[in-house]
Every structure is written in structure tokens, then in C-alpha cells.
């Protein structure tokens, strides 16, 4: 098992690009998830899905869009991107919104 | 979910136990208590969870207080490697509660 891969691992945009981050995980996981993790801070939670078709904002949902179309995949989408999006994300996935989450190694973008 | 209170810091020898607190004064009959550790940039690895009672697995133990309003996480015999930020997260298990935001954290230094 791979677990959760998160691809790319860094990215480097210009303020209003687009661009998509990947995840994906093998692990037939009902619940993925996205955060964001700016210094000195902890994770807050951008937006989240408990199964194919069916995803949720969370406690920063501005400025992403996500969509659930298979188990495997939570690719999270910034339309014109902004120099405050500049963070490290990670992607989490788990059995059901409850259990323990299994984390990415998180990509780490800048926009200029 | 509850609240949770971490101090923003600790040192620890290496090779003595390392005993970090959480206060969740505020903790509900049927949230869990879980720690999570973060590895300088790397995505967060769970650790350990438990309801009421003490629980160990192969990586720490967690001690519940009998009226469940503080925990301690207890890693036996550190070493330079549990070196991280960890986390004390309070929730219930199960679909419906997904929000999962993470606090700031206990930075653990493991000093040689």
C-alpha cells in the first residue's frame, strides 16, 4: 500500500493562476480530507468528503473548490490563486469521519 | 468538539519518559481523546486514542484522568527521533462528525 499520495510536492504559482493539488490513497477510505498548515500554526481544515459524490466545507473553504468522483481521488482546485493561499497542504484520509487519519507528506506552495 | 489546552513547549532527555499534558475540561461523554505527532514538515502521524481507559500500544501510552478532564501522553523512553509538534485532539467517533480541526500543539525538543 502506498497509503496517501499527494502530488506535486511543490509548486511555485503566480498570483491568479489555477492549478490542481492531487490526492489519492489505496486504502478504499470512505473519508478524505484537505488542509492547510501556514507557520506556526496548526492544520485547519479547507474542505472534506465522506464518500464519492458527497463533499463538505470546512473551516476555510474560500478560494478552493474540491469534487469527489471516485474513492481514491480528492483533488483540491484554486481557481485564481492568491498570495495568501501560500501554505503547505496536506490531504488526510480514514475508514470514516471518527477514526484515526492517515496524512500525506503534503505539498508546499508559494504564489507569488 | 471540545477544547483542548497543550503547552506551546517542552524539553525532554533523551532516553527519560516524556509526559506531555492536555486539558479538555469541556470533554463530553462520548469524545474520544487522540494525539497525533507532526515531524518537522512532514504530514501528521496518529498515535494513540482512548475514551476512559488508560491505553499503550507500541509507540506511547495515554493516561485518562478518572473524571476525564486531562490526559497525558507518555513516550517511555524518548529518543532524538520524537522530536515533533504533538497534538491533543478531543472528538466523537463516527460518520457525522468529520470537522476535525488541529490546535497549535506541543513543540517536544528531545535533547541529547
Known amino acids: ?112 | 468538539d471540545a477544547k483542548t489546552t497543550q503547552p506551546p513547549s517542552m524539553d525532554c532527555a533523551e532516553g527519560r519518559a516524556a509526559n506531555l499534558p492536555c486539558n479538555h475540561s469541556t470533554i463530553s461523554g462520548n469524545e474520544y481523546v487522540y494525539w497525533y505527532r507532526q515531524i518537522h514538515s512532514q504530514g501528521p502521524q496518529y498515535i494513540i486514542h482512548g475514551l476512559k481507559n488508560n491505553e499503550t500500544n507500541e509507540m506511547a501510552s495515554l493516561i485518562i484522568t478518572e473524571d476525564r478532564k486531562s490526559s497525558t501522553l507518555i513516550l517511555p523512553h524518548a529518543t532524538l527521533r520524537d522530536t515533533a509538534v504533538y497534538y491533543c485532539i478531543v472528538r466523537v467517533e463516527g460518520f457525522g462528525n468529520e470537522k476535525l480541526t488541529f490546535g497549535t500543539g506541543t513543540r517536544l525538543t528531545i535533547i541529547p
Open chain 1, 1 to 112: 500500500n502506498a497509503g496517501v499520495t499527494q502530488t506535486p510536492k511543490f509548486q511555485v504559482l503566480k498570483t491568479g493562476q489555477s492549478m490542481t493539488l492531487q490526492c489519492a490513497q489505496d486504502m478504499n477510505h470512505e473519508y478524505m480530507s484537505w488542509y492547510r498548515q501556514d507557520p506556526g500554526m496548526g492544520l485547519r481544515l479547507i474542505h472534506y468528503s465522506v464518500g464519492a459524490g458527497i463533499t463538505d466545507q470546512g473551516e476555510v473553504p474560500n478560494g478552493y473548490n474540491v469534487s469527489r468522483s471516485t474513492t481514491e481521488d480528492f483533488p483540491l482546485r484554486l481557481l485564481s490563486a492568491a498570495p495568501s493561499q501560500t501554505s503547505v497542504y496536506f490531504c488526510a484520509s480514514s475508514l470514516g469521519g471518527g477514526e484515526k487519519l492517515f496524512f500525506g507528506s503534503g505539498t508546499q506552495l508559494s504564489v507569488l
